[in-house]
C-alpha cells in the first residue's frame, strides 16, 4: 500500500496515441508558465488509465486529462468516461475532428466533459481552456473543503435523515418524526478533575477523550449530535444494536487510556446511557443561526438513564425500549440484567432499566450471568416493598461476587 506524502505532486495527463501531438501539448502547456503542475503523457487510453492509478496511489493529484478522440481500441470518449466513474473529480478536455463531434456529446452526458477543443486547434484556445480547468478544480477543491468544515458541525447524517441534499437548503423548521437511538454520556467526577488539572488541562483532556470517543461513536453508524460540556449526546439512525456496540467500545476505550495514565492520577471512568423511540429530527433556530437536534421523550430517558448509572453504581444503562427492538439472536450476544423499575420525569409508569455490564472483569461477569435470575427476581421484590425476600436474594448474589457494586447498593 502506498503511502501518504505529506506534500501532494499535481499532474495534468495527455494522451494521444501520435508523438507530433504530445510534443505540441508539451510545448504549448509549458508556455502556461505553471511550476504547481507536472505534465505526464500516455500514448494510448490503456497507458492512460494505468498511469493515472499509479499516480494516485502514490498519494499525488491528477488534476486535468487532456484526451484525443481517435485512438486505436479505447477511443477517448470512452477512456474520459471510464476515468470519470472513478475519478470524478477531475477535470476532462476532448480533442476531436469535425467528423467525431458526436463523442464529445457522450462525454459531455457521461464524463462531465468540461470543453472540447476541435482539431486542428488554437494555441491561445487551448491554453485559455486550460487555464479555466485549473480555476475550476482550484473553486471546487475550495468548496469541497468549506463543506468539509461545515459537516463537523452539522452532520451529513442528519442531513440525510431530513432529505436535505445540500447545505444551503437548511432552514428553520425542517423536521420530520423518526425512529431513532439516542446515546448520553458523561465524565464522571469531572468537578473534582477540572479542579486538579486546571482550565488548560483539563481542555486539552476532554479533546482527546472526545476525539477517541467519537471514533467508536462513527465506528458503529452513529454521529455525535452535541458535545455538552464534558457530556456527548450521540444519534444512531437505524439498528439500536449499533449503540450497543458503541458503548461497549467506548468503555474499552476508556479502559486504554487507563493504561496510559500516569502513577497516582484518578482512572476516568464515565456512565453512558441508552434509549430508542420515536421523536421529532429537526433544524431549530433562525436564518442567522441553526442548530440540528433531536426532541422528544426518547432523549429525556436516554439522559435521564445517564444520570441513574451514577446512582445505581453501573456503567452502562440501557432501556427495555431499546431492548425491544434488538433481535433475540443481538441479546444473545449482550450481558445484561434488570437494575431498577424507576420513575422518570414527565413519565406516569415507571420504566424497567437493564444494567448492560458486558465490559465487566471476565471473572465478575460470568458470576453476573450465573446469577442474574436471583438478581432480576430480587430487584422485582425490592419494587414490591418486599424488602426481606430482596435482602436474602441479593446477599446471596453478594456472597457470589462482593465485587457486585449494585448489590451492595442495594443491601
Partial sequence: ??????????????????KIILNSLEKQLRRLAR?????????????????????IEEGDEVVMVISDQIMPSIKGDELLVKLHKKYPHIIKILLTGQAALGSAVNAVNNADLFRYLTKPWEESDLVLTVKKGLERYDLIHRLELQVESFQRFVPRQF??????????????????KAEFTVLFTDVRNFTALSEKMGSEKIFDFLNDLFINLEKNISEFGGFVDKYI????????????YQAVQSSISMMKTIEKMNEKQSKGEAPIRIGIGINSGSGILGVLGSSKRLDTTVIGDTVNVSARLESFTKESAIDIAIAEN?????????????????????????????????????????PLCKIKDATK???????????EGNFEAARILFSACLKKAPEDKAARRYL
Fill in 1 to 18: 500500500m502506498a503511502t501518504k506524502k505529506t506534500k501532494k505532486n499535481r499532474y495534468i495527463v495527455c494522451v494521444d496515441d501520435e
Fill in 35 to 55: 511550476k504547481d503542475y507536472i505534465c505526464e503523457f500516455a500514448e494510448s487510453a490503456e497507458e492512460a488509465l494505468l498511469l493515472v492509478d499509479e499516480l
Fill in 159 to 176: 442531513l440525510n435523515s431530513l432529505s436535505i441534499k445540500d447545505y444551503e437548503s437548511i432552514k428553520p423548521k425542517q423536521s420530520r
Fill in 229 to 240: 460540556g464534558d457530556a456527548i449526546m450521540a444519534i444512531f439512525i437505524g439498528n439500536p
Fill in 322 to 362: 431499546l431492548l425491544q427492538r434488538i433481535s433475540d439472536k443481538e441479546k444473545a450476544k449482550m450481558h445484561y440484567r434488570l437494575i431498577s423499575i424507576a420513575p422518570v420525569r414527565g413519565k406516569k409508569k415507571n420504566i424497567k432499566i437493564y444494567d448492560l455490564y458486558h465490559t465487566d472483569p471476565a
Fill in 373 to 383: 435470575k436471583d438478581f432480576e427476581k430480587a430487584v422485582l421484590l425490592f419494587d
